[in-house]
Nanobody, 126 residues
Framework: QLQLVESGGGLVQPGGSLRLSCAAS????????IGWFRQAPGKEREGVSC????????NYADSVKGRFTISRDNAKNTVYLQMNSLKPEDTAVYYC???????????????????WGQGTQVTVSS
């Protein structure tokens, strides 16, 4: 069974950091581009970041550039999202997803992704 499982979410104060992990089972992540998405209550799902198959190309939403870093460890079949300088507006459920690669890069459009995790809650609040 193909499965993605996110972990690492939680409650953090503004300015704090969290590292999310996305682990795959039942398939090999290195065939796929991986995206991180988030959805806050009442809002549409937003593409936060994505990483190409090789890890050589990444893409970030303007709202997280300079604060979030996506990386992958294909040997561990895991993708990470390091989130620093967190703000209350980063509060959302965060999802990882796997999709077909786009050339040598990736796209942050949710429709490009076929396999989704169940999500992990990130709450930034004092």
């Amino acid at each position: 069974q193909l499965q993605l499982v996110e972990s690492g979410g939680g409650l953090v104060q503004p300015g704090g950091s969290l590292r999310l992990s996305c682990a795959a089972s039942g398939f090999t992540l290195d065939y796929y581009a991986i995206g991180w998405f988030r959805q806050a209550p009442g809002k549409e799902r937003e593409g936060v970041s994505c990483i190409s198959r090789s890890g050589g190309s990444t893409n970030y939403a303007d709202s997280v550039k300079g604060r979030f870093t996506i990386s992958r460890d294909n040997a561990k079949n895991t993708v990470y999202l390091q989130m620093n300088s967190l703000k209350p507006e980063d509060t959302a459920v965060y999802y990882c997803a796997a999709g077909a690669p786009v050339g040598w890069g990736c796209l942050r459009a949710p429709g490009r992704y076929d396999y989704w995790g169940q999500g992990t809650q990130v709450t930034v609040s004092s």
